[in-house]
């Protein structure tokens, strides 16, 4: 299977989180502000292991952070 497309919605979830910032949510997760602005943009794929903190400080799945569409 090839992957298709990722998106993510990270930045409609820190919008959601009262406009939260890049800055604030990089704090959170342990990464550089320029790690968030690279993955909103699609130029960074991350790591498991950031995606799962991302989806923990939004309290929501990983499947609501990051999507992934496959080719049949």
């Known amino acids: 299977?090839?992957?298709k497309e990722v998106?993510?919605?990270i930045r409609d979830l820190r919008y959601n989180a009262d406009n939260?910032?890049?800055q604030q949510l990089s704090e959170l997760v342990g990464c550089s502000r320029q790690t968030i602005n690279a993955l909103e943009k699609n130029r960074y794929?991350?790591?498991f292991v950031l995606?799962?903190?991302i989806a923990m400080v939004f309290n929501v799945?990983?499947?609501?952070?990051?999507e992934i569409e496959f080719d049949k």
């Open 1 to 3: 299977m090839k992957v």
């Open 7 to 9: 998106t993510n919605n």
């Open 20 to 22: 939260m910032s890049q």
């Open 45 to 47: 794929s991350p790591s």
């Open 51 to 53: 995606v799962k903190k």
């Open 61 to 66: 799945s990983i499947n609501e952070v990051i």
